[in-house]
């Protein structure tokens, strides 16, 4: 387990004799505190002086920068943390250090891959961006083996007093209890993508980030920080497509990412020879997984499990494939709806939907489907229609879409929104809105600009925050209400039927037995 040696206490002390913004700082107050503050101290005209006044262009003096964790970094976390290189990262926490290690190595050893990018650019743009990269990947690999580690994030956020902010990039089922237990030590937390496992979750990390709102917070869905991702709400709020009563999502997740719709690897019983039918294959397919799996030395299983089921470790499960089984991830619409229904979403300020129904490829209740589609229902909202909204994923696709003349599009996935006056197609974050046909496109031009831009990445964005010189751009009372739309495409495919909701009460009103979705009974030993 983690070792409880005692931790240096860096950058700990007070900030008393301080002069901040002109301003001395008397009395004692700590480090921490005064950062947590800062949003209602810029409210009363106290500003951090800018870093390029105090230390030089690209330059961040020690005492301007923000103590940050990070739980669950061998995977996005990682990126993540890259993206942070510039602030101070006191501690790290991960279950599996070996797995973390590796990831790290492949990050520096692709510093040569980035380069040859870099010299191949084509756009200013995507020049500044493999620069960044590259530069931040230099100064995480400088200090990132002198980081204080952690296995069990309750110790680290119990032992070490000088964490300001935690960012979060575990699997999906333990993002509510710990940014809960983050938030409960007094710390911003960025939280990665889908913000929890349920529905319930969702609301109980909103309902806390409300009740503490020195507290910043942020979802990681990325694309909603980009110049792209406001110009496509300046062009529906111009109203360049008119009135939007059918909004079509899709993304060719889980497809080459990680497998669904596979059994367990669990032995079962021998189907006959002369028996290839559907259930005959699983049966074998299962058998097969079954083999001599010891759990990797030096992995924390049952931190891992966290508030989940007791499940045997296999690595069908750990340290990727978990996002396709419902213990612990909520499949592609999970992964790919932060990043694709955030559009429609923000831009149609849509809501809660009052019927949600999903249909997919054969569902065995343990592994998500191969493909689903959800249809979602929302109402009216003041002189704004109803809208349709279907998600599609596993390379399905709408009916008709290559036939729109929208050129070459990513087979990422995409957005596309029917207005009575013309379309509106984006690919996955936001990325690259143009209007359709054509004509349509060249006659409206370019919408007012009604949105200020995000000069920084998403990451930065939520320590500006931090700081008091920014709003973040996905904070939780945002990203709680997106995460909820995302999972009752879930809960109608669990409970195997359309559902309507009661959002005001949290309900679903015509399958009472499909409330039990909502939510979720934690094992002994963890909680909310």
């Known amino acids: 387990m983690t070792d409880e040696s005692k931790v240096t206490k860096e950058d700990q002390g007070n900030c008393a004799g301080e002069t901040i913004a002109g301003i001395e700082i008397s009395g004692k107050i700590s480090r921490r505190e005064f950062l947590a503050g800062t949003a209602i101290a810029a409210a009363a005209g106290l500003m951090i002086v800018p870093r390029h006044v105090l230390g030089g262009p690209g330059h961040t003096p020690p005492s301007d920068r923000l103590n940050i964790a990070g739980i669950g970094v061998g995977g996005m976390g990682m990126h993540n943390m890259r993206a942070l ?28 891959r980035m380069q040859a990018r870099l010299d191949k650019a084509q756009t200013a743009k995507e020049r500044q961006e493999l620069q960044d990269e590259i530069e931040q990947t230099k100064l995480l690999s400088s200090k990132f083996n002198s980081i204080k580690r952690y296995t069990d994030y309750r110790q680290m956020l119990e032992q070490q007093k ?12 333990l993002h509510a209890v710990i940014a809960s237990a983050a938030m409960g030590h007094g710390k911003h937390v960025y939280l990665q993508k889908p913000l929890t496992w349920s529905i319930y979750e969702a609301r109980e990390l909103s309902r806390k980030a409300k009740d503490n709102p020195r507290l910043v917070t942020q979802m990681g869905n990325q694309g909603h920080s980009t110049d792209d991702a406001r110009l496509i709400n300046e062009y529906i709020a111009a109203g360049a497509i008119g009135d939007v009563r059918e909004v079509h999502v899709w993304t060719n997740r889980p497809l080459a990412y990680w497998p669904q719709g ?7 019983p021998q189907p006959d020879d002369a028996n290839w039918n559907e259930g005959a294959v699983m049966d074998r397919l299962a058998n097969a997984m079954v083999g001599n799996y010891p759990k990797p030395e030096g992995l924390a299983w049952d931190l891992f499990l966290g508030p989940g089921p007791v499940v045997d470790y296999h690595p069908v499960y750990h340290p990727f494939n978990w996002r396709g089984w419902v213990d612990w991830g909520v499949g592609a619409i999970g992964d790919m709806g932060a990043h694709l229904i955030d559009s429609p979403f923000w831009s149609l300020d849509l809501g809660f939907p009052t019927s949600v129904e999903t249909v997919s490829t054969p569902f065995n209740d343990a592994s998500y489907p191969v493909a689903t589609m959800t249809y979602y229902d929302f109402p009216a909202r003041g002189s704004r229609p109803p809208v349709k909204l279907t998600w ?20 990422d996935g995409g957005v596309l929104y029917v207005g009575d006056k013309g379309k509106l197609i984006h690919e996955t974050y936001g990325a690259n809105p143009r209007l359709l046909p054509q004509s349509l496109h060249d006659s409206v031009g370019t919408p007012p600009q009604t949105l200020a831009r995000i000069k920084t990445s998403h990451e930065m964005n939520w320590v500006d925050a931090c700081k008091g010189r920014a709003e973040a751009s996905s904070p939780f009372s945002y990203a709680a209400r997106l995460t909820e739309v995302m999972l009752l495409g879930v809960v109608s495919l669990r409970a195997g039927s359309r559902i309507e909701y009661d959002a005001q009460n949290m309900r679903i009103t015509n399958m009472p037995g499909a409330n039990a979705f909502l939510r979720r009974e934690y094992r002994d030993g963890w909680s909310l």
């Open 392 to 411: 599609y994923d596993g390379a399905l696709l709408p009916p008709g879409l290559q036939a729109l003349g929208a050129g070459q599009m990513s087979k």
């Open 262 to 268: 596979i059994p367990r690897p669990q032995t079962r």
């Open 162 to 173: 000088d964490i300001d902010a935690v960012f979060i990039a575990t699997p999906d089922h």
């Open 85 to 112: 290189a510039g602030e101070n990262i006191v501690a790290l926490c991960d279950v599996d250090w070996r797995y973390t290690d590796k990831s790290f190595r492949g990050m520096v050893d692709g510093l040569g």
